[in-house]
């Protein structure tokens, strides 16, 4: 079995990649959605990123608002 990592910036056709490589059965995780559910309001990391970063990086709903917590994030070197 081989593996390949896909990165690139916004319109570097990432997602059209993604999907030719599903069209052909290739199996795809989407590390974005992986992400996003290990994120979800509740989960492990969730708790995790909220004891860290305090409730300040939720949103009302009290999910993660992810750009504020990608600011906080990438402003510290």
């Known amino acids: 079995m081989r593996i390949a990592g896909l990165t690139g910036g916004i319109p570097s056709g990432k997602s059209t990649v993604s999907n030719l490589f599903k069209a052909h059965g290739i ?43 990608g600011q906080i994030v990438f402003a510290d070197p």
Do not use: H, Q
């Open 27 to 69: 199996p795809v995780v989407d590390a974005d959605i992986v992400a996003r559910n290990a994120l979800k309001k509740g989960t492990g990391g969730w708790k995790k990123v909220v004891a860290a970063f305090s409730e300040d990086i939720l949103l009302d709903n009290g999910e993660v608002d992810r750009a504020k917590l």
